[in-house]
């Protein structure tokens, strides 16, 4: 490790860094733009000039690494006057619009302006004007802002994998453009807008909308997939303005899906708030009271054989803990989280977690997707993958369609077939997992929602034993999930009990007339058809599917609008907190189930949120482990038992989600997500491409 000297302070430093990193190490702020700490460098701002010993001039300390016996001067004249003219070339041509700039309070320009620029500006001439650029429904351009930084153009290229921005001309002239016209395509644009440090990237639905001191700022976890990515909710009034990403390395970094960030004006349409009954075949609004009154009267004396429960996919865990506590009152079996029938052994943690994790990626060298699109079913795991293949040494192949994850893809088959040579070994890629020192796959919903999920589970955990996936320290088994409440779901044991119905088993029972009696708790995924002549209770937070066919309707809390524990799909629970109220008589899920259990005669034993997450613990020591992921044994897998029964589908694997953009109740009810859907998936629909 060198040492070196810093403002008169010796410091020892990890080779390898550069000044402006072992600057930070030594508490002293360099002023940067193009510098980010998760791209290349390109020191193309200067902004981080520093004094060096023996150099001629001052150095960009971004672009210049650590030597031993380097002394480095960072608040001299020199570098003061340094700075000053960068920052006046810089304003040269920047418009003087900060009182209309979205990026205004919070704007990298004007904060470093104040604090290391010049008080005037020498320049007389006309500034240059820049056209803007379409970019698409989410991000806005004011192009005449951009200082060239290169920060978007080199997130596109290396983060999002994306190689649609640049730069074109020279000099004056540069542009940062999409070359030939045309919209961002990715599910990661909107990060696009965090790393600008000016106001040329902004938020499209956001602007004008608010000032960033008008804020009340929220921190939470986006339910738009499964990752658990952590963000920060900004609302003013009762209303979410903005959601953006926060820190957790583990996790997300700082990065965030598209869906999260924008799809919160779907929070305020369609909402449900007040309670529904039906009357005559046509919902009408009813009290809190009606609405309980008529689900007790229709539970009164029903076998327990003929009641069911299903949770939604973004349910969070206190509500699902309270919905099977009520069920297990009226002797009711007839329970399940996994509306689309995943196959997965709720018994075996191992069979439905994410067992890597997340930041594990980064550690793999050989990786095998099975039934799987990543980049849509779970953006942020994609570009960890991305991340890990940048580095070199990964082999990535998938057994499904073809898609363009953003790095290259071996497709080795459609379906169970191939999946099953790998199981005995026969496939040539089978020898690259053996060989690798850090091998795993992915398991995705496109291969375990199948009739066939659960011989395609036991087929996969034969290839994890077979090509050595698990060793010491290391579990290359992994599921990669889809709804936000599921992994939770599975802990909570929200599945069926001893001689229950699962999910095919309620549906099979409704059609049949066996099952009377269904509650939906935000369960929105299912066709209402399948629900035949059941009374069917839906407890959620939008007008969606569950609540046209309901026959008495619960407005509940969105996820914004609630204390919650949601636990992501490497099976680390973290809390949503609640950043505005649930509109009109809507309340908290939990509230609400605590409630009817007093009008069934069957109270349950809480009435506080603390009292309720004092029992879950109980039951569940992991969902008060906030932010802990504890492994799952390999060895509960054993040999599968049923699960594994059966044969497998000829038929090839194909994703869950055809549409990126509406996955949920939330982001079907967002404008914002219907013009995405217009701008990126239908051209995809009209030519038969998929990005």
Request: some cysteine; glycine content about 10%.
């Amino acid at each position: 490790m060198p040492k070196m000297t810093i403002d008169g302070i010796e410091i020892e430093v990890p080779a390898g860094i550069n000044v402006l990193q072992a600057c930070e190490l030594a508490g002293k702020e360099i002023p940067r733009f193009c510098y980010h700490e998760r791209l290349s460098v390109a020191g193309n701002c200067r902004m981080c000039l520093v004094e060096q010993e023996k150099a001629p001039k001052p150095i960009a300390s971004c672009a210049m690494p650590v030597a031993e016996g380097m002394v480095i001067k960072t608040d001299t004249p020199l570098v003061r006057k340094a700075r000053n003219g960068v920052m006046e070339f810089l304003l040269i041509n920047h418009p003087l619009d900060c009182p209309i700039c979205d990026q205004g309070g919070e704007c990298d320009l004007q904060d470093q302006a104040m604090a290391y620029g010049r008080g005037f500006s020498r320049y007389a001439e006309e500034k240059r004007a820049v056209t803007d650029k379409e970019f698409g429904p989410l991000v806005k351009t004011v192009m005449t802002r951009c200082i060239q930084c290169t920060r978007c153009i080199r997130f596109a290229t290396e983060i999002a994998g994306t190689e649609t921005l640049g730069g074109v001309s020279r000099g004056e002239h540069l542009e940062i453009t999409t070359y030939v016209e045309k919209t961002l395509d990715s599910e990661l644009s909107g990060n696009l807008i965090d790393v600008c440090p000016v106001g040329a990237l902004t938020s499209k639905p956001y602007a004008f909308t608010a000032r960033p001191w008008e804020l009340v700022k929220t921190d939470s976890i986006d339910v738009a997939d499964a990752t658990g990515t952590n963000i920060r909710l900004d609302t003013r009034g009762r209303e979410v303005l903005r959601v953006l990403p926060r820190l957790n390395e583990d996790v997300n970094e700082e990065w965030m899906a598209d869906k999260g960030r924008f799809n919160v004006d779907g929070l305020m349409r369609q909402r449900l708030d007040r309670p529904y009954v039906r009357v005559d075949g046509k919902l009408k609004p009813a009290t809190w009271t009606e609405a309980l009154d008529a689900i007790a009267a229709k539970l009164k004396g029903l076998d327990g054989k003929k009641i069911a429960a299903i949770a939604g996919d973004l349910c969070d865990a206190e509500s699902m803990f309270a919905l099977k506590e009520v069920m297990t009152s009226l002797g009711s079996g007839n329970l399940d989280c996994r509306q689309d029938g995943a196959a997965v052994d709720p018994k075996v943690r191992a069979s439905y977690l994410f067992n890597t994790t997340i930041a594990g990626i980064e550690k793999a060298d050989a990786i095998l997707l099975i039934g799987t699109n990543p980049r849509w079913e779970a953006p942020i795991v994609n570009a960890r993958i991305r991340k890990r293949y940048l580095k070199g040494g990964l082999k990535v192949a998938a057994i499904g369609p073809k898609y363009d994850l953003t790095y290259p893809v071996d497709v080795l088959g459609a379906g169970a077939d191939t999946l099953g040579q790998f199981a005995n070994g026969s496939h040539a890629f089978a020898q690259v997992l053996k060989d690798a020192k850090a091998p795993m796959l992915i398991v995705g919903m496109g291969a375990l929602a199948r009739p066939d999920g659960a011989a395609i589970l036991a087929q996969a955990k034969a290839v994890a034993d077979a090509c050595g996936l698990i060793k010491e320290g290391w579990n290359g088994f992994n599921v990669l999930q889809t709804a936000a409440g599921r992994v939770a779901g599975l802990e909570l044991g929200f599945v069926p009990k001893q001689g229950g119905r699962d999910i095919a088993g309620i549906l099979d029972g409704t059609r049949k007339g066996e099952i009377e009696f269904v509650y939906l708790l935000g369960a929105d995924e299912i066709d209402p058809s399948h629900f035949g002549k059941a009374f069917v209770v839906y407890q959620g937070h939008h007008g969606d599917r569950g609540a046209h066919r309901a026959d008495v309707v619960l407005p509940g809390a969105a996820y914004t609008e609630k204390d919650g524990t949601y636990m992501n799909l490497e099976g680390r629970a973290q809390l949503a907190m609640l950043a505005i109220f649930p509109p009109g008589e809507a309340k908290e899920d939990w509230a609400i189930l605590r409630a009817l259990s007093e009008k069934l005669g069957k109270p349950l034993g809480y009435d506080t949120l603390d009292q309720l997450r004092t029992k879950l613990y109980q039951a569940n020591k992991r969902f008060q482990r906030l932010n802990a992921v504890e492994p799952a044994f390999w060895e509960d897998f054993g040999h599968m038992g049923s699960m594994g029964a059966g044969s497998t589908d000829a038929k090839p694997f194909a994703s869950p989600i055809a549409n990126y953009y509406m996955t949920d109740p939330i982001s079907r009810a967002s404008a914002t997500m219907a013009e995405c859907t217009e701008a990126f998936v239908s051209p995809k629909k009209k030519t038969g491409t998929h990005g």
